[in-house]
């Protein structure tokens, strides 16, 4: 079994026919951002799912991580066209 370049599916190989949902792209690249040290602070005019990953990811990078219910919320109501 190997893993998809695309979507990262580890359950089946797609060869690459998925497609990656943008909405899933900005938590991913939102958190990576998080993780760094000298990303900056991100702008009002990014995504919500990348400001909320950004947040959680800076937040446990600093010893001090928002609880997974708290951060599963904002992320439903993010997916649910809201913003967290």
Known sequence: MTECAKC???AYD???????DPLDQEFVEGYLDGLQPDS???SGNRHPAYLHSFRVARAEREGKPIPAAVSRKAAEAIR???AA
């Open 80 to 82: 649910a066209g809201g």
């Open 8 to 10: 990262y599916n580890k």
């Open 40 to 42: 900056p602070e991100p």
């Open 14 to 20: 797609c060869d690459g026919r998925c497609e990656r």
